[in-house]
């Protein structure tokens, strides 16, 4: 069996065995170390790195390649912005009863869903599930609750004209029905220290913001938080009436809506939501930088952020919500499976 060196700035030299049936992202994690992805499928350029030694398939022609649908061909030694251990056993699928669901906005969905008595699905508060749907691929969903009690979730969905859940499912579910979910997954989630938070939001890019921010407000008072959250128009900043009681609660927490196509609002921000950041903060240097919402937005975030305002890169945490549907850049990544049925 080959190995793979991984180097992450701050850290010894990790070591793992690459299994040649799974990607390098997922011999990482049957390893217990969780590198930086989202979408799985080689699209949102979350899990890219340099490769300092040896050879993956598909080649890296410019040195770097996506750990997601990339596979060794023997020992590799790999750079990553960063690396944290992770304990997959604690995964679980569940079949779950949807309690309630509403429409926040015309097409925001949001759908609580109870566990089965005395399950538990323990998960930090930014990461996110996979809703299995039969014979299609799992749509993934972060949690907009904060993990209190781990009996219950909160998912806070984008319908889109044409979309297998949103458009398709979700108006023929009723109270009580099973939602077939498995979790927790990801390494979206608010890491330790006295760094000042940014968190960057685009539509429902809020979901796990808003399970970050009832998680954390209440415990790490001394820390400041800053939302800026975007939207294209004003109804798409759905959930204004939560995060105006965040700012009357909270001296720490900051809050700025950012509109990109609707300027009737003289309380918002006008443009694009990480322009409006980059704007207030020239210099990261000292921050940790949270981002979610439509690829593109954690693309240009990124490289905003890390090559104009000197963030490091390895405090960019980021989930890319690319489409489950969405074609693979690269061929068919295999998905750990690491799981137990509850
Ligand atoms: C880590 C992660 C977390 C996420 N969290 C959230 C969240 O909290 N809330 C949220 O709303 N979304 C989230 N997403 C995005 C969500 O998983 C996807 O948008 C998912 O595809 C939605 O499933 P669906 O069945 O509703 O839509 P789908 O049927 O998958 O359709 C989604 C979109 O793809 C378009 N589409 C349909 N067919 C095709 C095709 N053949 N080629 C290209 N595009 C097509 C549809 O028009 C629609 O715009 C997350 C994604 C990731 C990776």
């Not at 954390?216 to 959930?239: C, M, N, P």
């Amino acid at each position: 069996m080959s190995t793979c060196t991984l180097e992450v700035p701050g850290r010894a030299p990790i070591q793992f065995e690459l299994d040649p049936t799974l990607s390098v992202l997922d011999s990482a994690s049957k390893a217990g170390w969780e590198l930086p992805h989202s979408c799985r499928r080689g699209n949102c350029e979350s899990c890219r790195v340099q490769v300092l030694e040896g050879e993956v398939s598909p080649a890296a022609s410019d040195g770097t390649a996506l750990l997601c649908v990339s596979r060794a061909c023997g020992d590799l030694r790999i750079a990553a912005d960063r690396a944290e251990p992770v304990n997959t056993s604690q995964r679980k699928t569940v079949q779950a009863k949807l309690y309630r669901l509403r429409m926040a906005a015309p097409d925001v969905a949001v759908i609580d869903l109870r566990l089965p008595a005395g399950v538990k699905a323990p998960f930090k508060a930014g990461q996110y599930l996979q809703l299995h749907l039969p014979g299609a691929e799992p749509r993934s969903f972060s949690m907009s609750n904060a993990p209190k009690s781990a009996d219950s979730v909160q998912l806070q969905v984008r319908v889109l004209p044409g979309s297998l859940f949103g458009e398709k499912v979700l108006p023929t579910l009723q109270p009580g029905d099973p939602v077939t979910v498995e979790l927790p997954f990801g390494d979206f989630y608010l890491r330790e220290g006295p760094a000042p938070v940014i968190l960057v939001a685009g539509g429902t890019g809020f979901a796990p913001m808003q399970s970050i921010l009832e998680d954390a407000l209440i415990k790490q008072r001394d820390r400041s938080f800053t939302l800026y959250w975007g939207a294209r128009k004003a109804d798409g900043l759905y959930a204004l009436e939560q995060v105006r009681k965040w700012q009357q609660k909270f001296s720490n927490f900051q809050f700025f809506g950012v509109l990109s196509n609707d300027d009737s609002d003289c309380s918002m921000r006008q443009g694009m939501v990480h322009e409006a950041v980059l704007a207030d903060h020239p210099n990261l240097s000292q921050h940790q930088v949270y981002v979610c919402g439509a690829p593109v937005l954690v693309n240009a975030a990124r490289q905003a952020f890390v090559q104009r305002c000197q963030l490091p890169a390895g405090h960019f945490y980021a989930d890319s919500f690319a489409a489950a549907n969405a074609p693979c850049a690269l061929g068919p990544a295999p998905i750990p499976s690491v799981t137990a049925t509850v």
